[in-house]
């Protein structure tokens, strides 16, 4: 993947990158800083957890489904066991998402996570449990994200390969028995 | 919209056509992403459709699992109306809102309609796991559509709640009330599932943390009123509730001679968050 965004096009939903963009920011921003104005722990990790909650499913409902078209979700079918769904766009739709979109959104998600490892590391290394919890509970919301999304595309991805297959089986069977009536 | 020059078959019909189909043709274990639909199909909604074999099954069906495939998540893709492009303002379609998870065109819902869905299913878990119903026997059944921003929000009550009670130390009392919630859920689930219980993981997390809305409203009652005695009596009262209300979906996912075994740990760690509730002052 490239460092920067693809040329030529601009944001199909800029709205929508924007507060993809804007949750994830505020966490890690107030979770930094707060130290310097907020004596309060609980503050901090209130605000903290409630921002990666409510990123956490802007990405999860809304960013995925418009920028990149992907949707995810667990069900509990009738024999009473969980399963996981996989949605995605046709391929059709999925040809026209915008490229500079699903960049911003494939890159911010990653860099979150990153981002988050290191600060946990920073509060390992300094012994302080209760910052670590905070960013245990952001960590895992974003890591349920990326594996959710990931599952998602390589999942599109066979579908697409899938469905080339079959309809070129198809087609390759109707036209051998076009043939076949033609003789 | 979509209906426009063909049979107007509602969207559950639509679903029911699928079902119907899926069990004549299939025992199979490969999930149909694509397939010829067949001729009455053809005629349904693709309003300007450049042509039928894009026609995805939606999503949600009940495709017939096998326990071999629960594993590897079975993929399906939802056919919003091909020619749409995907945006938050589009038409919401038909969507059917069940209770049986998304509903085939949430990829072209508007934003507003996913919240009001996630309100919803929070308010009915609500309702199914705390008040008494009647699908409180069947706990498979019950809290089918388990979610956890509901046991989020209030295990951050609880917490702030406590916190806000407690003259000192405010951090350390909302951080232990966070951790014991959450560890103590997580544990519980293990320990359920140790057991030879049947219950899956987040349903059972979903259930533990919607069980504790009656602790929140007796921490809520406690943080206004300081007297020992009413303390007391209402967090006895609302102890009595939770357990009540996780009893049933603990009892019937064990083994009946294990049904102590798992429900003992569930009632220690109510038992202790009352205690931390009146012991805060």
């Not at chain 1, 012994?127 to 245990?136: E, I, S």
């Not at chain 2, 679903?15 to 992403?33: K, Q, R």
Request: glycine share 4%; proline share 8%; with cysteine.
């Amino acid at each position: 993947m490239d460092l920067n965004p693809p040329a030529g096009e601009n944001y199909a939903h800029p709205n929508i990158c924007f507060f993809h963009v804007l949750f994830k920011a505020a966490a890690l921003a107030f979770y930094i800083l707060s130290a310097l104005f907020f004596d309060s722990f609980v503050i901090i990790f209130v605000v903290t957890v409630l921002l990666a909650a409510l990123d956490f499913w802007v990405v999860k409902n809304v960013s995925g489904r418009i920028l990149v078209g992907l949707r995810w979700w667990n069900e509990i079918n009738d024999e009473g066991e969980s399963v996981w769904k996989f949605e995605c766009l046709d391929q059709e739709s999925l040809a026209r998402i915008n490229k500079k979109d699903s960049w911003l959104f494939w890159w911010t998600l990653y860099l979150t996570a990153v981002l988050w490892l290191f600060l946990g590391i920073f509060s390992l290394i300094r012994f302080q449990a209760n910052y670590l919890l905070v960013v245990g509970v952001c960590l895992t919301l974003s890591i349920a994200n990326i594996v959710g999304f990931t599952k998602c595309r390589k999942d599109a991805k066979k579908q697409l390969q899938a469905f080339a297959t079959q309809t070129l089986a198809s087609r390759f069977s109707s036209t051998i028995q076009s043939a076949f009536t033609v003789v | 919209m979509s209906h426009s020059d063909t049979i107007p078959l509602h969207s559950t019909s639509q679903s029911d056509i699928d079902e119907i189909e899926n069990l004549i043709n299939t025992h199979s274990s490969s999930v149909l992403p694509a397939r010829p639909p067949s001729p009455p199909r053809a005629s349904i909604p693709i309003s300007s459709a450049p042509n039928p074999p894009p026609a995805f099954i939606p999503s949600n069906l009940p495709t017939p699992t096998n326990p071999n495939t629960t594993p590897v998540p079975p993929v399906s893709s939802a056919a919003p109306k091909p020619p749409l492009p995907p945006r938050a303002s589009g038409p919401s379609g038909n969507i059917s809102a069940s209770g049986f998870g998304s509903p085939p065109n949430t990829l072209t819902e508007p934003v507003w309609d996913t919240v009001k869905r996630d309100l919803s299913r929070i308010v009915s878990n609500l309702k199914l796991v705390v008040f008494p119903n009647p699908f409180r026997e069947d706990p498979g059944k019950a809290l089918r559509d388990w979610d956890l921003w509901g046991p989020f929000f209030f295990i951050v009550f609880l917490g702030l709640t406590l916190s806000w009670s407690a003259s000192v130390k405010k951090s350390e009392v909302f951080a232990v009330a966070f951790a014991l919630l959450a560890a103590g859920a997580v544990i519980l689930t293990l320990n359920v599932l140790l057991l030879g219980g049947h219950i899956i993981f987040f349903q059972s997390l979903s259930l533990l943390g919607y069980c504790l809305f009656p602790l929140d409203i007796g921490a809520l009652i406690c943080m206004l009123k300081d007297n020992v005695i009413v303390k007391v009596i209402v967090v006895a009262v609302t102890l009595a509730w939770s357990s009540w209300a996780a009893y049933p979906f603990i009892s019937s996912a064990v083994n009946p001679r294990r049904k102590a075994l798992a429900l003992y740990p569930v009632l220690l760690m109510y038992v202790s968050v009352g205690f931390l509730i009146i012991a805060i002052d």
